[in-house]
């Protein structure tokens, strides 16, 4: 395994608002609104992480969290408890109530939210690999212009229920 090529199963960057609304669109999904991605990381326990109040670089993935990933984005559902060759680092198993990983940190996850009501930003929350650990708590929220695109910028979908 190499950390510098294997790239695969990182979560996808480089992509603006439009291009994951259209993505979403093609499979059936939707970007999930501001308060639906803060209930999955949060859930009712008002955590400020998705995992508790405490946060480490073996549970999430921010700026100088020293993980074997350090200045990139770590591998989908990396902090999932388990000790890794490449490094011999140990995760600790760090999803939210609901199960959902990679909610605090790797990748800026743009919400279908409007920053405010006559704003032509959109909402992304949960922090990345180039954020200060404030950044990353479950509640902090910060606007996106829907045509940027940064290799620290990606989303995750979630299912119509129409």
């Not at 994951?20 to 939707?30: D, H």
């Not at 996850?109 to 990353?136: A, C, F, H, M, P």
């Not at 829907?146 to 990606?154: C, G, L, Q, R």
Request: charged share 20%; with cysteine.
């Amino acid at each position: 395994f190499s950390i510098e090529n294997d790239r695969d199963n990182h979560p996808v960057t480089e992509v603006s608002w439009f291009g994951a609304n259209a993505f979403s669109y093609y499979y059936g999904w939707r970007l999930p609104t501001e308060h639906e991605w803060e209930k999955a990381a949060r859930g009712n326990h008002g955590w400020d992480y998705p995992f508790g109040n405490n946060i480490s670089g073996n549970k999430a993935n921010y700026y100088n969290s020293e993980d074997p990933f350090d200045n990139g984005t770590t591998p989908v559902g990396y902090y999932n408890g388990q000790i890794y060759e490449y490094g011999q680092f140990e995760t600790s198993d760090s999803p939210s109530p609901y199960g959902l990983y990679d909610m605090a940190g790797n990748v800026w996850e743009l919400t279908d939210s409007w920053w405010t009501d006559n704003s032509n930003q959109k909402v992304r929350k949960g922090g990345s690999w180039v954020s200060i650990v404030l950044y990353l708590n479950s509640w902090y929220r910060t606007n996106a212009n829907p045509i940027a695109t940064y290799d620290n910028y990606s989303f995750r979908c979630v299912q119509n229920t129409e």
